[in-house]
């Protein structure tokens, strides 16, 4: 009895040894850094559609990756304005312009985008049991925020697919549940 116990104890050790040395695909992206949130001037946050701006003090993660890219990468579909005047505020970052939200067009995570990479290539969003193809136009920053930058707005999460309302309307979502939803995607 002793003798298994101490084999069980040995294995359990050595398992737990080897899972340190072999990260999973879920622990391939960790937090980069962090920022603190800072209170930002009066008007300088552009509050709008769902965006929150930085909250005081609070300690936000950033990330230079994201989850790997499979043939269903697991995302969450956000919603934003790729127009002049529209809530997405500059032009697109990779080709410096706006794009009409009646195009399918999204922005991805900064480790999805990866510098560039996935400019104007097309990517396949599934959800609501439909698919769409959306053209890469700009990055959602997760590596900083909370500054005049960005807005006074934290972070985006590093798995996010932020999408113009074509995208929405594309995949059969109705106007009432836009705003954030589970979707998979892959490149097109």
């Given at each position: 009895m002793k003798?298994?116990?101490?084999?069980?104890?040995?294995?359990?050790?050595?398992?737990?040894?080897?899972?340190?040395?072999?990260?999973?695909?879920?622990?391939?992206?960790?937090?980069?850094?962090?920022?603190?949130?800072?209170?930002p001037p009066p008007g300088q946050c552009m509050e709008n559609s769902d965006s929150l701006c930085c909250i005081p003090h609070k300690l936000y993660s950033t990330y230079k990756?994201?989850?790997?890219?499979s043939a269903n990468t697991n995302a969450t579909l956000t919603i934003n304005s790729f127009q002049k005047g529209g809530?997405?505020?500059?032009?697109?970052?990779?080709?410096?312009?706006?794009?009409?939200?009646?195009?399918?067009?999204?922005?991805?995570?900064?480790?999805?985008?990866?510098?560039?990479?996935r400019c104007r290539n097309f990517i396949k969003i599934h959800a609501n049991g439909r698919s769409i193809k959306a053209m890469v136009v700009d990055e959602c920053d997760s590596s900083m925020g909370c500054?005049?930058?960005?807005?006074?707005?934290?972070?985006?999460?590093?798995?996010?697919?932020?999408a113009s309302k074509a995208v929405w309307e594309g995949l059969g979502i109705p106007v009432?549940?836009?705003?954030?939803?589970?979707?998979?995607?892959t490149d097109a």
């Amino acid at each position: 009895m002793k003798n298994s116990v101490l084999q069980t104890s040995f294995y359990l050790l050595l398992i737990l040894i080897i899972s340190n040395f072999f990260p999973t695909n879920a622990e391939t992206c960790r937090p980069s850094g962090h920022i603190i949130g800072r209170k930002p001037p009066p008007g300088q946050c552009m509050e709008n559609s769902d965006s929150l701006c930085c909250i005081p003090h609070k300690l936000y993660s950033t990330y230079k990756c994201s989850p790997p890219v499979s043939a269903n990468t697991n995302a969450t579909l956000t919603i934003n304005s790729f127009q002049k005047g529209g809530d997405g505020g500059d032009p697109s970052k990779c080709d410096n312009q706006y794009h009409s939200d009646d195009s399918p067009v999204v922005a991805l995570s900064t480790g999805w985008y990866k510098n560039g990479e996935r400019c104007r290539n097309f990517i396949k969003i599934h959800a609501n049991g439909r698919s769409i193809k959306a053209m890469v136009v700009d990055e959602c920053d997760s590596s900083m925020g909370c500054d005049k930058d960005h807005e006074y707005l934290p972070p985006c999460q590093n798995n996010l697919v932020v999408a113009s309302k074509a995208v929405w309307e594309g995949l059969g979502i109705p106007v009432t549940k836009w705003g954030e939803t589970p979707i998979t995607w892959t490149d097109a």
